[in-house]
């Protein structure tokens, strides 16, 4: 088997408000997380069934927002996924927090739970900003977020911000950078804002209420964030992430190397090399209702299953690639799925890399800051015809 | 003449599109009885889709009634429907050679129009019996009074004497049948001369190979007769000969002054040319009848499959076109833009859109057509000749001396108070004003000499919108003249486009590229790169545009449970992609080299 081991995503589908761009599943409105609670050891127990025999690398707790849940809840969680699949010494165990559950307390808590790396959603240091995305949160909370969790104890951190809103002067972007990177989060993601298909934000857009920033515009704010970032100490290892020495995020990188994750909770998706069939991905349904309904008459909550051929592999390891510094490793990447890239897009490498959007150098092909900003567009060029 | 001779009519039926030919066809074979009322079908003669469709009549047709006139005779009545267009005036004129007599047929509120007088003037040319005949008078827009006067202007034929029918009521059906009978004279006819028949039409059947619609104008053509083709010089044994009834209905022989069919096992309608003369290959005519003329296309076009490994289909469906279609030529070319295609002469406009329109249809073919253009005769600076259907060929530099365009005598016919801007059109479109006639008080006929060129793009559409749809327009090809004409070329990011090169006049190269870039610019979609759109004569630039480039394509986040959303999302996209063509390293959509055959406007 390629990889013995496994990372474990578990989605944690609730929240106060719906931001306004956010396209993940979740329901609004629940209190009591107990019964939710229940449903996921049941899954993991499911999970367990497919034998992994080391126990877990990483483990992330996504969203949704997972820090509606209770101390409690968590500890109750932790310790499933303890006793059910392992985890593995010094395992990244990463929950995500919106700034409005962050207090004192509740921050000092997650330790001994065993949250060792917290993921902050600031988005934004703006209440109009803030406003405009429908953040259950305003900007003087995101500060003091930020503090408790820079003084929380965790092994690492990430904070999250989103640039590319409509309207925001590139003074606003250069000043929320000035501000996060005051902080020195170990770990920043920095995303642009991306209209997705029905989300408000998509409706306000076909209604006419809000135009969209222009692509060159997003673009400058993008290398606004590669330049401040790099300059001021963080390495820009995959395109929307940024860290500082030591601090890259383990559990996503598990995604891009086509590592075996797991995933639990609706929605969830998981990708395992099975022994037999080779890779394979699923995913959760999309309602909490039925995944609750699934898992507790013991039956399995997944309803898509994806089986991937080496061709379809090898597309992915180039679009996953792409986004990291390293890029694409071009052995691998012959020997495992039979593309030798060079050859088979040899026109298009050719006029990417005169054009200046890629570079190929110790056997990896990779991204350069301008080919960063048109990564989609060169994935498509690269991939061999199909 | 024998009485059975004596008792044919020969006819056809002019008129305008429009102006009911093919409803009054149904109407004769109900009244006499050739198709029963319940198994009509509208349009019973414009038997392809297409025609039905497009109320235009493509190939000529003929079918043979039989009537008991009010002087108690049995008559044979032979319908030879005419193609209606300009494209198709040689087979028009084949048509009208092989009848004695023409209805004209005119819409009594649309008056006469162009195309109605250029086949009034060829049906004259052959001595036709002309029977003018008012149609639609049932429609409250009629003025039959009004239309007479100009119909006695036109041929001197009385106003009170002008026949008034309904072919959709079948109002004055039967006057018109009696008519028919009085008026048109039987076919002069001598069974025992050597054969001579005239082929005035051919269709290919898959199962019979060419059919050959004739008019037998002197001898007798008996069944497994060997018979010769004049023109096409082979010999085939009639195997089948026959009358053309609602099908096609076996006979011993065909005499003098009859219209039928000759089936031969003859593979290809090329051998069953319209206008050739099928005789005895025993006993040959001395002389085949006069008029045969090569047909030559006019309009030239490149068809390329739009993904290239169709480009066999293309090539069969273009042979089996062929088989049905003698008037398409077509050549093998490449394009580097386009890859393996074909150049394909069409006999006009309309003829090019209807085999476009086939090949879609019948053979279910994506296709691109480029630019049409017309055959070009450039002079060399030794003087020699070159004839040219494809701008690319045009030479180089110095080599070229001048470049020769044909021209056409035209006639546009329109209501007086439209002279004004239809003069202006022609001007517009480099005419030359020959003359101006007065058909009656209110309507004008003009005559230009106009490059053909100007006249293939839209200039029937603007002739229809400048005059509110009343004028109408005819044309014969006239000669080649000397013209400054010059090679328009586009380029993308540097590469000339050779399916977008161009033949235009100096005066409208400048207008012409900044149309063609701007449309360009509109059509091709923004890449990674900038890309340049220049419209160039030579080495000089005379229109540029930009497409700017891309500036952010990235999926912000790509989050587990993305991955393979992602993946089918930009597989999509790639395979959208897979329809454009490349020009360099540009994609360019389909689109852009079809959308500039709607230029012009």
């Known amino acids: ?386 | 003449m024998s009485t059975k001779q004596s008792r044919i009519r020969n006819f056809c039926i002019i008129a305008h599109i429009d102006h009911g030919k093919s409803t009054l066809a149904d109407r004769l074979l109900e009244i006499t009885g050739t198709v029963a009322h319940r198994d009509m079908q509208d349009q019973v003669l414009d038997s392809m889709d297409l025609e039905r469709e497009r109320g235009i009549t493509i190939k000529s047709h003929a079918i043979q009634m039989q009537y008991t006139a009010a002087d108690g005779h049995l008559y044979t009545l032979n319908l030879i429907d005419t193609p209606g267009h300009v494209d198709f005036t040689y087979e028009v004129s084949r048509a009208l050679k092989a009848c004695e007599g023409a209805l004209l047929v005119i819409d009594a509120a649309q008056g006469i129009e162009a195309q109605t007088i250029s086949n009034l003037f060829l049906a004259l040319e052959h001595d036709l019996e002309i029977i003018p005949v008012l149609n639609k008078v049932d429609l409250p827009s009629a003025r039959p009074d009004w239309v007479a006067m100009s119909v006695e202007n036109l041929i001197g034929e009385p106003a009170e004497d002008v026949l008034a029918i309904s072919a959709k009521t079948g109002q004055g059906v039967d006057t018109l049948l009696e008519s028919v009978i009085r008026r048109v004279p039987p076919p002069a006819a001598n069974s025992q001369a050597p054969l001579r028949a005239l082929i005035f039409d051919s269709v290919f059947n898959q199962y019979r190979g060419a059919v050959a619609y004739v008019r037998v104008f002197e001898g007798t053509l008996r069944h497994r007769d060997e018979i010769y083709f004049m023109a096409a010089e082979r010999t085939y044994a009639a195997e089948e000969i026959g009358f053309l009834r609602l099908g096609m209905q076996p006979a011993k022989e065909l005499q003098a002054g009859d219209v039928g069919y000759v089936i031969g096992s003859i593979k290809d309608v090329r051998d069953t040319r319209v206008g050739d003369t099928i005789t005895h290959a025993r006993r040959r005519a001395s002389e085949p009848i006069v008029g045969f003329r090569e047909v030559k296309p006019m309009v030239f076009s490149g068809v390329y499959p739009s993904s290239t490994e169709h480009f066999e289909d293309l090539r069969a469906s273009l042979e089996r076109l062929q088989l049905n279609d003698s008037a398409i030529g077509y050549e093998p070319e490449t394009s580097a833009a386009l890859g393996f295609g074909f150049r394909v002469g069409f006999l006009g406009l309309l003829h090019m859109e209807i085999v476009q329109e086939r090949l879609d249809r019948e053979f279910d073919l994506d296709i691109i057509t480029t630019l049409p253009n017309v055959k070009y005769e450039v002079v060399l600076t030794g003087g020699a000749v070159k004839v040219v259907e494809n701008p690319n060929h045009v030479p180089r530099g110095n080599m070229l001396d001048h470049i020769r365009e044909p021209y056409v005598k035209a006639e546009v016919i329109t209501p007086a108070d439209y002279i004004g801007n239809l003069m202006k059109l022609c001007q517009d479109r480099r005419g030359e004003f020959r003359n101006q006639t007065y058909l009656d008080q209110e309507r004008v006929s003009l005559e230009y000499f106009l490059p053909l060129a100007e006249i293939i793009f839209d200039f029937y559409d603007r002739l229809k919108s400048l005059s509110r749809g009343y004028a109408s327009f005819d044309y014969e090809v006239a000669e080649y003249r000397r013209s400054d004409l010059v090679k328009l070329d586009i380029l993308i990011n540097g590469d000339p486009v050779d399916a977008l090169s161009a033949i235009v006049h100096r005066s409208k190269a400048f207008e012409m590229g900044r149309k063609l870039t701007s449309r360009l610019k509109e059509l091709i979609p923004r890449q990674m790169f900038e890309v340049a759109i220049q419209a160039a004569i030579g080495s000089r630039v005379i229109a540029r545009t930009t497409v700017r480039a891309v500036r952010k394509d990235v999926t912000a986040k790509c989050y587990g449970g993305d991955i393979t959303r992602k993946r089918k999302l930009l597989e999509k996209q790639k395979a959208g992609k897979k329809r454009m063509k490349h020009v360099g390293s540009v994609e360019v959509p389909q689109e852009a080299f079809l959308a500039v055959l709607s230029m012009g406007q």
């Open chain 1, 1 to 386: 088997m390629i990889d013995a081991s496994a990372g474990l995503y578990i989605h944690v589908p609730f929240c106060r408000q719906r931001c306004s761009y956010c396209d993940f599943y979740f329901v609004t409105g629940q209190r009591d997380h107990s019964a939710y609670v229940d449903a996921l050891c049941l899954e993991l127990r499911q999970l367990a069934e497919l034998g992994f025999a080391q126990p877990l690398q990483t483990i992330y707790l996504g969203g949704g927002t997972p820090s509606r849940l209770a101390i409690e809840d968590l500890d109750r969680l932790l310790s499933a996924v303890q006793s059910i699949l392992g985890v593995a010494e010094g395992a990244e165990v990463t929950m995500e927090l919106n700034p409005e559950d962050c207090s004192t307390a509740y921050v000092r808590a997650l330790g001994a739970v065993g949250i060792n790396r917290a993921s902050l959603g600031i988005q934004s240091f703006f209440d109009d900003e803030l406003q405009f995305m429908n953040r259950s949160h305003d900007a003087v909370q995101a500060q003091r977020a930020l503090i408790q969790v820079a003084e929380g104890g965790f092994n690492s951190f990430s904070v999250d911000v989103i640039f590319g809103l409509p309207q925001q002067p590139p003074e606003r972007w250069a000043a929320t950078l000035d501000q996060l990177t005051a902080y020195h989060p170990p770990h920043i993601s920095a995303y642009a804002l991306t209209i997705e298909p029905k989300t408000p934000l998509m409706r306000m857009v076909r209604r006419n209420l809000v135009t969209p920033a222009r692509d060159d515009v997003v673009a400058t704010h993008y290398q606004m964030a590669i330049e401040t970032l790099r300059l001021r100490g963080w390495e820009h290892y995959e395109i929307s992430s940024f860290a500082q020495p030591g601090h890259r995020a383990v559990h996503n990188q598990r995604y891009l190397n086509h590592q075996n994750t797991l995933g639990a909770g609706p929605a969830a998706v998981s990708f395992c090399h099975d022994p037999e069939l080779g890779p394979m991905r699923w995913s959760n349904v999309r309602s909490l209702r039925r995944y609750l309904k699934c898992v507790a008459s013991g039956q399995s909550p997944v309803d898509f299953r994806e089986r991937l051929t080496p061709a379809t592999m090898g597309a992915e390891r180039i679009m996953l690639s792409l986004r990291t510094a390293e890029g694409i490793p071009l052995d691998l990447l012959r020997d495992r799925y039979g593309i030798d890239l060079l050859t088979v897009s040899a026109g298009a490498v050719r006029t990417m890399q005169q054009g200046g959007l890629i570079a190929c150098e110790g056997g990896f092909l990779r991204l350069t800051d301008r080919g960063k900003h048109l990564c989609d567009s060169v994935t498509e060029q690269l991939w061999p015809s199909m």
